[in-house]
């Protein structure tokens, strides 16, 4: 993978490790995906001192809540 890795990880329910998976396409557009590692994975001791609690990574600005209120509304149809 080209440059650097910010190593970041959230933490799920029952330790499962929520983690940056970036994709570059063939045209060069930058993909920003992630992936779940779960406990027993052979990556998760390498992402666990990365992590944070799901409720801390939770920024709560507006735009979050307004993206999430038009999900729940969207969902709830």
Request: proline share 8%.
């Amino acid at each position: 993978m080209e440059g650097t890795q910010l190593m970041t990880a959230i933490m799920l329910a029952h330790g499962v490790l929520r983690v940056p998976a970036p994709v570059v396409l063939e045209d060069g557009t930058r993909v920003h995906l992630t992936r779940d590692i779960e406990p027993g994975a052979p990556d998760y001791d390498e992402w666990l001192p990365h992590a944070v609690p799901e409720v801390d990574a939770w920024h709560g600005d507006t735009d979050d809540t307004a993206i999430l209120d038009r999900w729940r509304a969207a969902a709830s149809a």
